[in-house]
């Protein structure tokens, strides 16, 4: 018997051997899977649904409404299905139960994967044909694209030295935050990038912090991050400079610091996504475009 009922916590593993076999170019631990459910500050029980049969996954998905989106706007943040059980109507269900409770939130848009703050990528990959194929088929247009880059670690040696010393020859002292350095960054990040500070606030849980800061008269104007979201996968950002202060060679020093410390940690590569300026990547890390995802977007009609 085929029944949908919501994801339970003692679910996790089973949900992340099927969510391995379906979403092939994005394998999960436990861990990471839990961080996107469970741990999702946003969290709502009732937007995280599945579908199986004799106690076998079949279908699953899962969504998202952000809080302070102007216009409000919901995700749906993670679906897959069953190889053997698409096109059967099963993600459709659950699609269409998650679109009227976003609905019922007052949600104005639905969004597709790039749920950030805690999304797994930028977009959907298209390489997932049938997913495209899927939301195209119930009115989501595509509305971008974005792209991760890698940068391999290995082969470079990430040293900011002389570079840190001709910055605070110019005032400007660059090191890793402390714990009393958090009211500050994120005054920063309220101003000039407020998208990111629930990702900067997740790096001070980590020890070492994985936040690196630029000081200029004891006020930040720079920063730079990592592990702040897909923890432990070597995943880069966010990073981020005051607009007055572009130009003096403070990003490249801080990204440099960062790629070190995931170097440090055992990675071999790192995943720099959601990517705006490819040839300062490119140029500091020597990044290279590693995926592209296309973002898709629903208008709900009132």
């Not at 679910?11 to 990471?32: I, M």
């Not at 059967?88 to 269409?96: D, N, Y």
């Not at 595509?142 to 030295?161: E, Y």
Request: aromatic letters at 10%; charged letters at 25%; a neutral charge.
């Amino acid at each position: 018997m085929i029944r949908t009922r919501e994801v339970l916590k003692n679910d996790l593993e089973k949900l992340c051997d099927f969510w391995n076999k379906q979403a092939v170019y994005d394998p999960l631990s436990t861990d990471l899977l839990n961080e996107k459910i469970f741990a999702d500050p946003d969290y709502q029980s009732e937007l995280a649904l599945l579908t199986e049969e004799d106690g076998t996954i079949l279908s699953f998905m899962m969504g998202i409404v952000r809080q302070n989106t102007t216009p409000r706007t919901g995700w749906i943040k993670l679906f897959a299905t069953e190889k053997s059980h698409r096109r059967r109507g099963l993600a459709t269900e659950l699609l269409l139960r998650i679109e009227q409770n976003l609905r019922s939130q007052q949600v104005q848009r639905i969004q597709i994967i790039d749920s950030a703050p805690n999304y797994l990528q930028g977009g959907l990959d298209p390489f997932y044909t049938e997913a495209v194929a899927f939301v195209e088929r119930r009115g989501y247009e595509k509305t971008g694209d974005t792209s991760n880059l890698r940068a391999d670690l290995l082969s470079q040696d990430f040293d900011t030295s002389k570079d840190e010393t001709a910055a605070a020859a110019r005032g400007i002292t660059i090191r890793r935050a402390q714990p009393g350095d958090k009211a500050a960054l994120m005054r920063f990040l309220t101003e000039f990038f407020p998208p990111w500070v629930n990702e900067a606030d997740t790096c001070f849980r980590w020890n070492p912090i994985s936040v690196h800061i630029a000081l200029m008269d004891r006020e930040v104007v720079a920063f730079s991050a990592y592990d702040a979201n897909n923890f432990n996968t070597g995943w880069f950002g966010p990073m981020g400079t005051h607009p007055h202060k572009q130009g003096l060679g403070v990003g490249g020093i801080l990204l440099k610091r960062c790629l070190l410390d995931l170097k440090n940690q055992g990675h071999k590569t790192s995943i720099i996504p959601w990517v705006g300026p490819i040839p300062f990547y490119m140029h500091y890390a020597n990044a290279y475009v590693d995926r592209v995802f296309w973002q898709y977007t629903k208008e709900m009609i009132k």
